[in-house]
Nanobody
Framework: QVQLVESGGGLVQAGGSLRLSCAASAASGSIISVNAMGWYRQAPGKQRELVAH???????NYADSVKGRFTISRSNAKNTLYLQMNSLKPEDTAVYSC????????????????WGKGTLVTVSS
């Protein structure tokens, strides 16, 4: 199957920046391509919500709450997803998780969704 590992979370003051990364790998066989990837977040006591989404061609979409502050990008060569977060606010505090769907590997194609375990982002006021 496919593993997603996030990194880059931490504690930052309001107005600061963080960059999250999500590396995709396959338990057996190299990853050839990943169709769609996205960042989701879940704050304490709230439902998980989409933050940003990007497909292989580079087309993106963002939650209204992060437009103009966050930038999603990906390296198809490295099978890695990024989220640059600027002008962070306390309400951005959440566990941020990486999602991938449509993964082609050397041994097969996986159409289902895969999730990372998440990385905690805490923004202090």
């Amino acid at each position: 199957q496919v593993q997603l590992v996030e990194s880059g979370g931490g504690l930052v003051q309001a107005g600061g920046s963080l960059r999250l990364s999500c590396a995709a790998s396959a338990a057996s066989g190299s990853i050839i391509s990943v169709n769609a990837m996205g960042w989701y977040r879940q704050a304490p006591g709230k439902q998980r919500e989409l933050v940003a989404h990007i497909i292989r061609s580079g087309s993106t979409n963002y939650a209204d709450s992060v437009k103009g502050r966050f930038t999603i990008s990906r390296s198809n060569a490295k099978n890695t997803l990024y989220l640059q977060m600027n002008s962070l606010k306390p309400e951005d505090t959440a566990v941020y998780s990486c999602n991938a769907r449509g993964v082609a590997t050397m041994i097969g194609y996986y159409d289902q969704e895969f999730w990372g375990k998440g990385t905690l982002v805490t923004v202090s006021s």
